[in-house]
């Protein structure tokens, strides 16, 4: 069995955090597996997916850590180009990835007691965003 289902996310600007857990879970429920897979996927390359606590001082926390590898006011090759200024949200999400996949036990995300699935848009301007939830199994 394979489901695939988009949602549209909508972005204020800025580091902004999505809570996607509980669509990733009715999305398995709805594709009715047992066992397998659910795949989250950001379609944007300014923004990524990844499991973490999703707690205020670690978002805080995260955001001051990419800040520092790759400040939103530093100088990037990308913005040589004059169309865009957001070379730190792309450096950003390459670090973190753009997807996670999750294992489906017994028709319920196997995740750890604190772990989350969080889609992260670090794009500057509040845009209309894609995520891909894909899940795979019997």
Do not use: W
Request: hydrophobic share 45%.
């Amino acid at each position: 069995m394979l489901r695939t289902e988009k949602h549209v996310l909508l972005t204020e600007g800025g580091f902004q955090a999505f809570n996607v857990t509980e669509m990733a879970r009715a999305a398995v429920k709805t594709a009715g597996i047992r066992h397998g897979s659910v795949l989250v996927y950001y379609t944007h390359t300014t923004g990524a997916v990844i499991l973490i606590e999703h707690e205020a001082g670690i978002l805080v926390d995260l955001e001051d850590a990419l800040n520092k590898i790759a400040p939103p006011d530093g100088e990037f090759k990308h913005h040589l180009r004059g169309f865009d200024f957001n070379g730190f949200a792309h450096v950003g999400t390459s670090l973190l990835g753009s997807s996670v996949t999750v294992p489906v036990l017994d028709g319920d995300l196997l995740v750890g007691s604190y772990q989350e699935i969080l889609v992260i848009d670090m794009e500057p301007l509040g845009k209309q965003r894609t995520m891909v939830i894909q899940v795979s199994g019997e």
